[in-house]
């Protein structure tokens, strides 16, 4: 009897433990589900970064490694947008667009300073731009809070005391400091947004020549914390000069590269490495240099055969189209059978349809 006794107890218990685990399931799935989308959440307020190592996700899906708000052990690519603008330009769009396209196995980041976070709030039609850019499975796009980016940086403080309304070249300024705070606290490749891609990006730690003479910071690519991008941020706070054009962007990289590689020569470090980073010549990014940006748009360069421009071209990774010259003025880009023309068509269809006719 007491065997019957113990084993109706044990019975009893068995059912009451299963009715509250049928109880519990909506809520402990709820609580998954708000564990999984943690590091997005995070995202948000871009504080400290937050690697895969620290909160465990699953990995059997490549689209929730990629959902994960910032590259680890495999760094993706970045993009800024530092305006309250929440259209992108069309070579904004297609920057992005190409690079995604091109790597598909990286994510692919635009931090947008007036985006809330939310892609459901922005279904109206003169947020095109963002829908389309979202479409891309390995595109996120996150809001940017430079306040907390800054935050645990050299930055931090410059930031506190800068007056924007007294900066002429503010915008350009916040987007050369927020790219070296995102690549030394997240790392990764870090591309401006009128950088459309023509090859696969490899990672590796490495500045770009803009010529013989000068460094460019619009494509860079370094590890997590290095050493480089911290001599840069302290650079940028010790010397800053808003009132010189590019004096905290080219010319601090330029500056930069000749102290840390102990040369004023340039050109003989160009793709050799020095000290650890890759000084990359300018055909990489910059095959026609700023002066003669208008060959970009120039009218009739290609017809049915591409076979020139992928020649001329062969040896770069992506080309930079002197946005800061170009969209001063009213260019057509459809039907000019420009070199512009081209790298859409190739290089970033889905924008390119988006274009006027």
């Avoid at 689209?63 to 994960?68: L, R």
């Avoid at 793709?271 to 240099?289: A, E, H, Q, R, V």
């Avoid at 992506?318 to 059978?337: C, E, L, P, T």
């Avoid at 859409?344 to 006027?356: A, D, G, M, Q």
Wanted: charged share 20%; hydrophobic share 40%; glycine share 6%.
């Amino acid at each position: 009897m007491k065997g019957i006794a113990k084993f109706a107890v044990f019975f009893l218990m068995l059912v009451f433990a299963l009715a509250a685990y049928l109880l519990l399931i909506p809520s402990l799935n709820e609580t998954i589900l708000k564990l999984s989308e943690l590091p997005n959440t995070l995202a948000n307020y871009m504080g400290n970064p937050v690697g895969t190592d620290q909160i465990k996700l699953p990995t059997s899906s490549y689209t929730v490694c990629v959902k994960c708000p910032h590259p680890s052990t495999d760094p993706g690519i970045m993009f800024l947008q530092t305006s309250s603008q929440l259209n992108p330009s069309s070579l904004a769009m297609c920057g992005i667009e190409s690079a995604a396209r091109l790597n598909p196995n990286k994510p692919v980041y635009y931090f947008m300073k007036a985006f809330n976070g939310n892609i459901s709030a922005y279904r109206d039609p003169e947020y095109n731009g963002i829908r389309l850019l979202s479409s891309f499975k390995n595109v996120i796009i996150l809001p940017l809070n430079p306040k907390e980016l800054f935050n645990n940086t050299p930055l931090a403080g410059w930031y506190e005391k800068v007056d924007p309304s007294k900066e002429r070249y503010w915008f350009h300024v916040l987007a050369d400091g927020c790219r070296l705070a995102l690549l030394w606290k997240y790392g990764g490749i870090y591309l401006d947004t009128d950088i459309i891609s023509l090859k696969p990006l490899e990672f590796q730690n490495f500045i770009g020549a803009e010529s013989v003479r000068f460094a460019n910071n619009a494509a860079l690519g370094f590890n997590r914390s290095h050493s480089y991008v911290e001599s840069c941020l302290r650079d940028f706070v010790e010397k800053f000069n808003g009132a010189a054009w590019g004096h905290q962007g080219p010319r601090l990289m330029t500056r930069m590269v000749k102290k840390w590689c102990g040369t004023d020569n340039l050109q003989s470090l160009f793709n050799k490495g020095c000290k650890g980073i890759m000084f990359l010549s300018d055909n990489w990014f910059y095959p026609i240099p700023f002066s003669d940006w208008k060959k970009y748009f120039e009218k009739n360069q290609w017809n049915n055969n591409s076979d020139d421009i992928e020649k001329k071209f062969s040896q770069t990774k992506g080309v930079h189209v002197w946005s800061y010259a170009s969209s001063r003025q009213k260019i057509q880009i459809r039907g000019s059978h420009s070199l512009v023309e081209y790298f859409f068509s190739t290089y970033c269809p889905s924008t390119y349809e988006t274009l006027p006719k």
